[in-house]
């Protein structure tokens, strides 16, 4: 920690939050609000004479209000920068100056209470969002008695209780009578695994950290009972196998099943009443002192950012990675990555490899000094475009503008656009092209297709990311299928442009199949979305002309699902048969007319 | 495995562009299975494929050197390659197209390995159709390929690292180490996030600070 407080390239501001993010990848914009500390933070030593006659006292958020603190403070004795602090909303002394017997005590002068809110300006090229997590709130789990009975303490808590620089100096002592408890229960997956309450998603330290907690109760305690009510222990990790066994061996009592009920007895103890499903029997345990592991969620601010730079979540709130196996730090918005539990629930030792992977990633980006901007990307053609603002709607990164008012042509920013081509497919006016993928070039392939035999072939769309590559798998896995399809690669199924499936069927084609990632999978943010809508659009105008809807199929197909492509491919030959020359040729004639 | 030349006459416009189509044996991958040389020829038919042959391995050294041989021997002015998947290639032979002096993206693949052979081993004669399909479209799409540049702008050597926890901590080393500078924003007063109120931590049973 120390090491960023002096390290000559690291600039920290604390107490300040990102307010604002522009441009893109290369070169962002970051405005930065920085709050005023009331304290010299290069000058105070940390000497603590200020604190000694301050006259706030108040809980200290640090030990979780186990302890007080003055209205100036030092978060932590090892705190950096290693420089007091006021809680303005809490000090006497500000404005009209009544107090300021801390300015008094200080004697280099370090406090002042004219200092104010900074805005701060940097530009940056690259962005790494590690902005953790926050433990549940279990007082929703109202059963549990937490709040209710003093002597129910959350898992930071107790962290905070053990530990030898907190508020009790490492002892354990049950928070109404001082003294420590001769037993103690762990319930594991406080706000985590459930369907109604906190996450759905297993938080990944929980089970690990009981486990230290009641190595470390054994060492200090080796006389106390502990007992841990479980769902099942995820003890997954290297090493972790280890300790849990050194805890049961220590007589540690794991006990599988959740409280239904907690109740306070006489002396202040707690009443578990649990279903032991090993068993099946319910189970009343006496304990003096009982801990909630707590599960975690994504950071309160995680929102703000995900809009501020137009990032991605799951939909347990965690920020969403570019992909799960190959990207695992990417943020689908190049130039950004994630590090730590910002992107899911994870430990000490996976968010310390997640940011050096992040960094990395940041250097590969950044260590020529220049960014290449990937040349598949669209492209206005100025005279046709009448402004009408579609593509900026549909654009999954912002990188059209449109002044739909003024009536000015749209402008693609190359360096955000990621190349999907869905503004191409949905443009009225034709008048956007998509490099390399141009209406021209793919409707060529369709021609060369559907020209000869079209009756004999299956025209498919296929994106890049995941329908093509789960074709791919198919083949690496000699999945056979019948050989009567032929794909047409764009990079999204966004691409994929209604009059392509207008002229496929003009051409003769008797099926037409378009595919893409599925729903939520999708590589360039959400443009399946305008895929999908594209094609119940199309579906209906069919119904209408009287063409039958079914021989145009829409399948999501990721690049695993090397079986369900050969699937998909059966079906949609057993479709082909289906349709007769006669069809064809009135369809052919509805739409040639 | 003898390789079929079939030259064209060359057409005389020069804005007509000059294909060259290379339909790779894959060894026995994608020769068990279709009849290259078949799709070899039929290709060889269509116009503006100036060359058309059937060839070992593509991507093989030899293989890429006939290759530029004939970029430079009949002025081709772009390539078909019909081999295996994009996804596994496409920068072998994109980087082949530039180091004979021409635009990377006047590159097409035709994938005859894993969406054709391997996938329809039990009718050759389906798949040798297929294949030539499959060049044919190519040879369309080719013909109307521009060449693309990639831009490049300047970019500002430093990381906004949102969030001094353990891993803004970590990422903020790792990137100053390696001489990159960084700006590191904490809302809170200190940094250290979670792990600064944690005594021990597992699984080293360690402090964590
Ligand atoms: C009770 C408990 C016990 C644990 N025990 C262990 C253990 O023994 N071993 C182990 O390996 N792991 C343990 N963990 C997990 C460990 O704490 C996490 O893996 C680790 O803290 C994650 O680090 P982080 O940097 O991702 O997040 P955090 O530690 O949460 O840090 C995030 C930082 O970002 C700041 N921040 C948030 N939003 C913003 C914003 N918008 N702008 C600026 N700053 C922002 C926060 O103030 C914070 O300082 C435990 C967790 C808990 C809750
Ligand atoms: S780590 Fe253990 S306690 Fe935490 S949510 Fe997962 S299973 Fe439950």
Redesign the pocket.
């Known amino acids: 920690m120390t090491d960023v407080g002096r390290h000559p390239r690291i600039t920290l501001y604390t107490l300040s939050e990102v307010v604002d993010v522009k441009g893109y990848v290369g070169n962002f914009d970051v405005r930065i609000l920085k709050k005023a500390r009331y304290v010299n933070e290069k000058e105070c030593t940390a000497c603590g004479e200020c604190a000694k006659v301050c006259p706030v006292v108040r809980p200290d958020e640090f030990n979780l209000g186990l302890s007080s603190r003055r209205a100036i403070f030092s978060p932590f004795p090892q705190a950096v920068p290693s420089a007091y602090v006021i809680n303005i909303a809490e000090c006497l002394g500000h404005n009209p100056v009544v107090c300021a017997k801390c300015v008094e005590a200080c004697d280099k002068g370090c406090i002042n209470f004219h200092m104010s809110d900074e805005e701060i300006v940097e530009t940056v090229g690259s962005i790494v969002v590690a902005t953790g997590l926050e433990v549940y709130d279990p007082t929703e789990m109202d059963e549990y008695g937490y709040t209710r009975f003093p002597n129910v303490v959350t898992s930071l808590e107790f962290e905070r209780l053990i530990n030898a620089g907190g508020p009790t100096g490492g002892e354990v002592l049950r928070p109404t009578d001082r003294k420590p408890p001769r037993s103690i229960g762990f319930v594991?997956?406080?706000?985590?695994?459930s369907a109604k309450r906190g996450g759905s998603?297993?938080?990944?330290?929980?089970?690990?950290?009981?486990v230290k907690s009641t190595l470390m109760l054994k060492e200090h305690y080796p006389g106390v009972d502990i007992k841990v009510f479980?769902?099942?222990?995820?003890a997954f990790g290297k090493g972790f196998e280890d300790l849990y066994t050194r805890s049961r061996r220590l007589g540690v009592h794991y006990l599988r099943g959740l409280p239904g009920t907690v109740a306070e007895g006489p002396d202040r103890g707690l009443i578990v009443s649990v279903e032991n499903t090993a068993t099946g029997k319910l189970e009343t345990h006496h304990l003096d002192m009982l801990v909630l592991?707590l599960?975690m969620k994504p950071a309160s601010s995680t929102q703000r950012l995900q809009e501020m730079l137009g990032l991605q979540l799951t939909p347990d709130g965690f920020f969403l990675e570019a992909h799960p196996k190959l990207q695992p730090v990417d943020a689908a918005t190049r130039g950004v990555f994630y590090a730590g539990c910002a992107e899911s629930?994870k430990d000490i030792k996976e968010s310390v490899t997640q940011a050096s992977a992040a960094a990395a990633r940041a250097i590969r980006l950044m260590h020529k000094g220049e960014i290449t901007t990937e040349p598949i990307t669209s492209m206005v053609v100025a005279e046709a475009c009448k402004s009408c603002g579609k593509c900026a709607e549909v654009c999954p990164y912002n990188a059209i503008s449109v002044d739909v008012k003024r009536k000015t042509p749209a402008v693609v920013n190359t360096a955000a656009c990621a190349g999907c081509g869905t503004c191409a497919a949905e443009c009225p006016f034709d008048a956007i092209v998509m490099n390399h993928f141009t209406d021209d070039q793919i409707l060529h392939q369709v021609h060369a297709l559907l020209e000869e035999d079209s009756k004999e072939k299956v025209l498919a769309f296929a994106c890049n990311w995941c329908s093509y590559a789960g074709a791919d798998f198919a083949g690496v896995s000699r999945l056979q299928y019948p050989p009567n399809v032929r794909i047409i690669r764009t990079m999204c199924s966004g691409r994929v442009d209604e009059k392509f499936v207008w002229e496929g069927f003009r051409m003769g084609a008797p099926v037409i199949l378009v595919s893409g990632c599925h729903i939520g999978d999708c590589h360039y943010i959400d443009a399946n979305h305008w895929t999908e809508k594209r094609v119940a659009k199309i579906h209906k105008k069919m119904a209408k002309l009287g063409i039958r809807p079914e021989r145009l199929q829409l399948e999501w197909i990721s690049a695993a699902e090397g079986v369900r492509f050969a699937e998909v491919m059966k079906r949609m030959e057993a479709l082909r048969e289906q349709v007769s020359f006669d069809e064809i040729a009135e369809t052919v004639r509805i739409l040639t007319e | 495995m003898e390789a079929t030349v079939l030259v064209k006459e060359t057409e005389p416009a020069a804005e007509n562009p000059r294909i060259g189509v290379y339909v790779c044996h894959c060894g026995l991958n994608i020769a068990q299975t279709v009849d290259c040389r078949r799709v070899a020829e039929s290709t060889a038919l269509l116009s503006d494929v100036i060359v058309s042959k059937d060839i070992g391995y593509a991507c093989s050294e030899p293989g890429q050197q006939q290759i530029k041989d004939d970029i430079r021997e009949y002025e081709l002015d772009r390539v078909v390659v019909a081999s295996c998947s994009p996804r596994l290639h496409e920068p072998t032979f994109r980087q082949m197209l530039q180091s004979s002096g021409l635009n990377p993206y006047l590159l097409e693949m035709a994938n005859l390995r894993e969406q054709c052979s391997w996938v329809h081993m039990k009718d050759p004669e389906g798949a040798t159709r297929k294949a030539q399909d499959l060049v044919k479209m190519a040879v369309s799409r080719i013909r109307l390929l521009q060449p693309l540049q990639e831009d490049t702008l300047p970019l500002t050597p430093r990381t906004l690292v949102i969030g001094g926890g353990v891993a803004g901590i970590q990422a903020a080393l790792d990137l100053a180490d390696n001489g990159y500078d960084v700006v590191l924003v904490e809302k809170r007063p200190t940094i250290g996030g979670v792990m600064a109120q944690l005594d021990k931590t597992f699984p080293t049973m360690d402090c964590s600070i």
């Open positions: 594991q997956c406080v706000g985590s695994r998603y297993c938080s990944n330290i929980c089970c690990m950290n009981t479980y769902i099942d222990i995820r592991a599960g629930p």
